[in-house]
């Protein structure tokens, strides 16, 4: 789709490689163990150009609905833009199912915030992740938040800004392994501003749920393109679709999913706004899309107990929703997964997630490959090398595609494996 | 819904209960094992009424295109009915993804027990379950289907007619612990039919699927109630979707998924069929769901890796389908499953499987209990003994319920947790 060749990408990239933006992880006081960074905090130097997505569950946390006000989002579903100074997270809490106190407390995490960092309450998004039923506590936001801007404001170098940044995306980790960010960079000079240098920068946190947490699929990307926030809110619509929206790492959304996009303009002070259908937004919507990519393929790897990535891809479907229906449900089948997981080549069972998809298709056109290797043709049965495909299990990713023979669409879906952590993450009990 | 108080159930019952037909359980030699039973054979004394419900999964096996035919089903889906004298089942061998040579292999088995019976090829109807990809072999068919009827013939005593019937339920197990079978009965006094009394019975086989087997839903009903084959198809259709079809161990259908209904009238050779709208047909229709039901709560309690039966039942939801999205959701998280293993009412995530499942309702207005114990109110957490709650975690089946209070509608779906065992079964490589 892309040429991602001309976009340049930095693995110890974060929210704050953007121009105009800090970004800072400190430990605040929601986790008990003092090493334990806990609160992120994302500021932008000028008020910038904000754009979210949030989960659709109807269990949604008091920060999503919060976070939507301050967005002017008009209800589920619509686009939500407008500025932003501030994004501020905690893990530990995730302030689900809790009422009219929850919603209160997420709207004085805001006031706290933005009292702080100096500008309206409706400029700060908050998110949060961690156990439900709990009640928000302040006292660590009164603490964390002060500490926060005085190290950013200390930071007297690019390492330790940089270093900062990566403290935010380890602040918001639940049960994830390791912390997901990362930037994308392109040059201005074949895009109508020469000699600027575009990046697009985030972290992200993974999309597995454990006990006692729900944990949460939580974005936040900063650019210093400059774009209006209408534009930016499509561009991370059209990127979180391909993206975020398909991983699956055992099939639940969160009441807490949200994506936050700010866009300062800082690489482009006097240039005029990246306009839809411009090689500049062009540019723009690919570079985001292959961060977007990178974090989601990150959250899926990461996904609990996982032992490999797999990358599930139909092709050959009717129409798009088909395309989606099918890689989906092969993503999601337990019984896929646990067939990666033991190393097998098991195309009958991506056969059956496929044929129970809803996807119209006839069984004697679908040909299957896994890790490469041909395991059905036309619906029947191939001889394959069980060596060699042992062999390439052994590969940290698991391609599995299938090609239905009925249209042109496409449609790529990540997940991992069900490994015995697995049932252990999520069976032991809360204690 | 039913006045099963009338009802009398007979876990020893199995599809040779109802009069006027035998079932007998064999070796066949499909499986290497000489001690493991292979091949079920069901035969009825003369010509029965017949209908079928089968998988929907677009890759259906060989076997399920043959009885289709011979039940003269107009399409996928469509109701299937007609007469058959017989039903063969195998064990070891799907018969799936076997293109031309599994279609001529499943009508050559029907000629086979045709020739044996005594009756046209197109009144048997083939099933199989095992493994996919493998071409059946006809070998075993004519050695145990001779066997099969000479050892009915021989049968000298009730009991052993009824052994011969449990031996069928045994014969077509995969991964399924314990056999499933069991017999309904009821007096035609109130229904006009003084003096006789009706039974309806059955087999059925596991859900879950297994490498390198794809496992499958097989049942087999018998009755000696005279019915019209549409009249049965209906009622068949009918209960299969209260039972059979609310029963999810991994979200997955297989490609040989199959119920058989079959009705002798012999227990009333005399009388009328029994009409939609009587209270004879009435009565046939509770037991029969009556049958389907425990036969359903079994194949759910026997789920691969299964140490507890779950049953989740969704109230108050404003149409049937958000009721069945609602409860079918809930039934198919993982996140739900592994709580269970781990003996947690984590009703989180029965909240966050409820609110994308699709159906409607407003959070603020949910009721949740875990075996009994109210642990949300109004879309809040409520404080639980969680000491009694692991105290009720010891009984084998663990009841989830929801009310959405969003309307009148209800549903009932039964699943089993996720436990390591799962994930061992069914991560194991073959071999």
């Not at 690019?158 to 994830?176: K, P």
């Not at 107990?305 to 139909?314: D, E, F, K, Q």
């Not at 052994?394 to 790529?412: F, N, Q, W």
Request: with cysteine; charged share 20%.
């Amino acid at each position: 789709m892309s040429d991602t060749a001309t976009l340049a990408f930095d693995e110890m990239g974060s929210p704050a490689s953007a121009l105009g933006f800090s970004a800072i992880g400190v430990h605040a006081g929601f986790r008990p163990d003092p090493e334990r960074l806990d609160m992120a905090l994302v500021v932008a130097d000028e008020p910038a150009a904000a754009a979210a997505t949030f989960t659709t569950n109807v269990f949604c946390a008091a920060p999503v609905r919060v976070s939507r006000e301050h967005l002017a989002e008009s209800g589920t579903g619509a686009p939500a833009y407008g500025c932003a100074r501030a994004v501020v997270i905690n893990s530990g809490i995730a302030n689900a199912a809790t009422g009219e106190v929850g919603l209160e407390n997420a709207r004085k995490t805001a006031e706290l915030v933005g009292e702080a960092v100096g500008c309206p309450a409706d400029e700060v998004l908050v998110a949060s992740t961690g156990v439900i039923g709990q009640h928000l506590r302040l006292e660590p936001f009164a603490a964390g938040v002060p500490a926060a801007l005085a190290a950013m404001a200390t930071a007297d170098s690019s390492q330790e800004r940089a270093d900062q940044g990566v403290s935010a995306a380890r602040a918001i980790m639940t049960t994830d392994t390791r912390p997901k960010h990362g930037a994308v960079s392109f040059a201005g000079d074949d895009i109508g501003y020469p000699g600027a240098t575009f990046t697009v920068s985030g972290m992200a946190k993974g999309a597995g749920m454990i006990m006692p947490n729900m944990a949460t699929m939580i974005a936040v990307i900063t650019t210093d393109a400059p774009l209006l926030a209408p534009d930016l809110s499509a561009a991370l619509v059209a990127a979180v679709n391909r993206s975020f929206n398909k991983v699956t790492v055992d099939s639940d959304t969160s009441t807490n999913d949200t994506c936050f996009a700010l866009a300062s303009g800082a690489a482009a002070p006097d240039g005029p706004a990246f306009a839809p259908g411009t090689p500049a937004y062009e540019r723009f919507c690919e570079a985001l899309d292959c961060l977007c990519t990178t974090l989601a393929r990150a959250m899926a790897a990461d996904g609990e107990g996982a032992t490999r990535l797999i990358t599930v891809t139909v092709r050959g479907a009717a129409t798009a929703e088909d395309a989606d229906a099918a890689a989906r449900t092969v993503a999601n089948s337990p019984l896929v997964k646990t067939a990666v997981y033991g190393h097998d080549a098991n195309w009958g069972r991506v056969a059956a997630a496929l044929g129970r998809s809803g996807a119209r298709f006839n069984q004697e056109d679908v040909d299957i490959d896994i890790l490469g290797l041909p395991v059905c043709r036309a619906g029947l049965v191939v001889d394959f090398d069980e060596e060699e495909a042992l062999r390439r299990f052994e590969a940290p990713e698991v391609a599995i595609e299938a090609d239905l023979h009925a249209g042109e669409e496409s449609a790529t879906m990540w997940t991992c494996d069900f490994s015995h952590d697995y049932v252990t993450i999520n069976g032991d009990y809360r204690s």
